[in-house]
């Protein structure tokens, strides 16, 4: 059974440097994409980037100046950095593995934005 | 970028009955070489992440009750709860993985009436 557990820092003052971790466990790694998806408070989901266990990534192009999606095989986990945070980057931020659709998520973790 | 738009926004439907939430593509989402639409449905609840319900717009992911049920092709489709019951109170989500980025519908709020 594919698990992932996801952590990172949760309270964030705005132009700081969001820094999230995913670890899978089960599944075959190399078999998937691996995703990040936020949902701010009140609002939907938006998908946020993706990468492969090489390391190709794909970027929503309204984040992409400021992300970094990054995967280490060795560990089984992927990564996301996003920088120059503001209020509107505030949510719940989910990792995701990615087999066409997103079929196991992580618990989600709250990210709050403020001064 | 493709906009995926649902209908309604929110719903009141009571216990036993029939739900069904719409979603448009804004383009067509079917891969003509397998003949397969890029279309997942997901059912959000509060402080739990989303669960994925339906995968090629009609196929029923493992554990899913067979009263959600999901058609369409093309930039159209439809998301059917056929008995509606209490735990099925959610947020649900359509969601295009034909190309990226990746886009979700707006949500609907299916509520008991």
């Known amino acids: 059974q594919v698990q992932l557990q996801q952590w990172g820092t949760g309270l964030l003052k705005p132009s700081e440097t969001l820094s999230l971790t995913c670890a899978v466990s089960?599944?075959?790694?190399?078999?998937?994409?691996w995703s990040w998806i936020r949902q701010p408070p009140g609002k939907g989901l938006e998908w946020v980037g993706e990468t492969d266990h090489r390391g190709d990534t794909n970027y929503n192009p309204s984040l992409e100046r400021r992300l970094t999606v990054s995967v280490d095989t060795s560990k089984n986990q992927f990564s996301l950095k996003l920088t120059s945070v503001t209020a509107a980057d505030a949510a719940v931020y989910f990792c995701?593995?990615?087999?066409?659709?997103?079929?196991?998520w992580g618990q989600g973790t709250l990210v709050t934005v403020s001064s | 970028d493709i906009v995926m738009t649902q209908s309604p926004d929110s719903l009141a439907v009571s216990l036993g009955d029939r739900a069904t939430i719409n979603c448009k593509s804004s383009q067509s989402i079917l891969y003509m070489s397998n003949n397969k639409n890029y279309l997942a449905w997901y059912q959000k609840k509060p402080g739990q992440p989303p669960r994925l319900l339906i995968y090629s717009a009609s196929i029923r992911e493992s554990g899913v009750p067979d009263r959600f049920s999901g058609s369409g092709s093309g930039a159209d489709f439809t998301l059917t709860i056929s008995r509606l019951q209490a735990e099925d109170v959610a947020v649900y989500y359509c969601?295009?993985?034909?190309?990226?980025?990746?886009?979700f519908g707006q949500g609907t709020k299916v509520e008991i009436k």
């Open positions: 089960g599944g075959t790694f190399t078999d998937s994409h």
């Open positions: 969601q295009q993985y034909y190309i990226v980025p990746r886009t």
């Open positions: 995701a593995r990615e087999m066409g659709s997103f079929d196991h």
